[in-house]
């Protein structure tokens, strides 16, 4: 069965500051992979997404993530956080053996605090 | 742009009420889900349904859902227990085309059972 572990629980940046959201997958084949975030009270929005192809995966709002098959992690990145960038974070693994990514495993979330 | 609509977005519940929870998308989507969210949980996939007629589970107890046509997909507490309090999230996606087709996520429905 396929598993996701985010590490940290909470992490708080400075406005401006890089930031690197980790994430740790299990899965017998090459996954799919997914970050999505959740602003207070709203559904989740996909930031990016990997299924093959180029390991730097670009995002909307400045992120990217990178999938590393060695370490079994796909970590997500933005060099420049923002104030309005202090959500709750979720990475998720689809599985790739099925032909479809639509049932999601999903980590338990790390939430970000931005400080001016 | 309606996207998944979720209603109520919240409900208070007494142990033993039954209570159903509303999901409609407009995207002509084939794939819905349910997931409950919990703190330090993440979300779990409790339903999912391929396309219009069918449905799975993924957790034994205490939800049913049904799937009478392409936009609506309920999810019903049988007879809730305190245990299913948490945030609902209802989710859609083009049926089975893979990643390229992301979910997309209503903005949940908060149930307390008391």
């Known amino acids: 069965a396929q598993s996701v572990t985010q590490p940290d629980i909470h992490i708080t940046v400075s406005e401006g500051a890089s930031l690197e959201l980790r994430c740790n997958y299990s899965y017998g084949a090459t996954p799919y992979l997914f970050w999505y975030v959740q602003s207070p009270g709203q559904g989740l929005q996909l930031l990016l997404k990997y299924f093959s192809g180029d390991t730097l995966v670009q995002g909307i709002k400045g992120f990217e993530a990178e999938f590393k098959r060695s370490q079994s992690s796909f970590n997500l990145r933005k060099p420049s956080v923002h104030w309005s960038d202090a959500a709750e974070y979720f990475c998720?693994?689809?599985?790739?053996?099925?032909?479809?990514?639509?049932?999601?495993?999903f980590g338990t979330g790390t939430r970000l605090q931005v400080t001016l | 742009n309606a996207g998944v609509t979720q209603t109520p977005k919240f409900h208070i519940l007494k142990t033993g009420q039954s209570m159903t929870l509303q999901c409609a998308q407009d995207m002509n989507h084939g794939y819905m889900s349910w997931y409950r969210q919990d703190p330090g949980m993440g979300l779990r996939l409790i339903y999912y349904s391929a396309a219009a007629g069918t449905t799975d589970k993924e957790v034994p107890n205490g939800y049913n859902v049904s799937r009478l046509n392409t936009e609506d997909f309920p999810l019903r507490l049988v007879s809730a227990a305190p245990s299913q309090t948490s945030v609902y999230l209802c989710?859609?996606?083009?049926?089975?085309?893979?990643?390229?087709?992301?979910?997309?996520f209503g903005d949940g429905t908060r149930l307390s059972i008391l």
């Open positions: 998720a693994v689809g599985a790739s053996n099925t032909g479809t990514a639509s049932k999601l495993t």
């Open positions: 989710a859609s996606s083009y049926q089975d085309r893979g990643p390229n087709q992301p979910q997309h």
